[in-house]
């Protein structure tokens, strides 16, 4: 089945810098992926998603890479601030979304003023 | 518009007792989903359901069911609680059952005393 994992469960950076959040997973029929920010106390609150199809997608502040050779997906945060303090997660389905949503485990973002 | 609404928000119960959980999806979608989130982990996949049908169910025990109502909403119910089951217990909504992204609820606090 497939696993999904973060490299660093705990990222800190400097308020203005830009933050980067990686993920691996391991089914290669995996075909979309979800980028979630959870805060405490809070349910997870999307942010951008990426299909197989596409290797670059552009948020507001957001960029989402996506490396099918290698399994890897990144999450960029342009001008990182307090209000991105959250834990991060991503998400990985596959057949189109008839898989269910498997999770990584996490990565803790703080951000220092 | 209002989005994923779970209830209660929080519950303590004791071993051996039985708990329903509660969920209403955002307005016009189909497809509702239970993941079951332990501390310092990402969500876990319990059920899904779409248009009142099961369509996926996760390494979860028997102990665990849900079903999905004509008005889309749902229910989780758990049966002789173990102290395991202590966790925050999420829903989330999508427009139907195709790759599209999931939007939770800020879930239920189950802790099992």
């Known amino acids: 089945g497939e696993s999904v994992g973060l490299h660093l469960p705990t990222l800190s950076v400097q308020e203005g810098d830009n933050s980067i959040i990686n993920c691996a997973y391991s089914?290669?029929?995996?075909?979309?992926f979800i980028w979630y920010k959870q805060e405490s106390g809070k349910g997870p609150q999307f942010i951008i998603d990426i299909r197989s199809n596409m290797d670059k997608r552009q948020g507001q502040r957001v960029t989402v890479l996506l490396n099918k050779t290698v399994k890897h997906l990144s999450l960029q945060i342009a001008a990182t601030q307090p209000g991105d303090s959250a834990v991060y997660f991503c998400?990985?389905?596959?057949?189109?979304?008839?898989?269910?949503?498997?999770f990584g485990k996490g990565t803790r973002l703080s951000v220092i003023a | 518009d209002a989005g994923v609404t779970q209830s209660p928000t929080h519950l303590i119960k004791t071993r051996g007792q039985q708990v329903t959980l509660r969920c209403s999806p955002i307005s016009g979608h189909k497809s509702v989903s239970w993941y079951q989130q332990v501390l310092g982990q990402g969500p876990q996949f319990i059920f899904q359901?779409?248009?009142?049908?099961?369509?996926g169910r996760g390494n979860f025990p028997d102990r665990f069911s849900a079903r999905q109502f004509p008005n889309y909403s749902s229910e989780l119910n758990v049966n002789a609680l173990l102290l395991g089951d202590s966790a925050l217990y999420l829903c989330?909504?999508?427009?139907?059952?195709?790759?599209?992204?999931?939007?939770f609820g800020d879930g239920t606090r189950l802790s099992i005393l």
């Open positions: 998400a990985a389905t596959a057949d189109s979304g008839n898989t269910p949503l498997v």
């Open positions: 989330a909504s999508r427009p139907d059952y195709s790759n599209q992204p999931q939007h």
């Open positions: 089914n290669s029929a995996s075909d979309y």
């Open positions: 359901y779409y248009e009142k049908e099961e369509r």
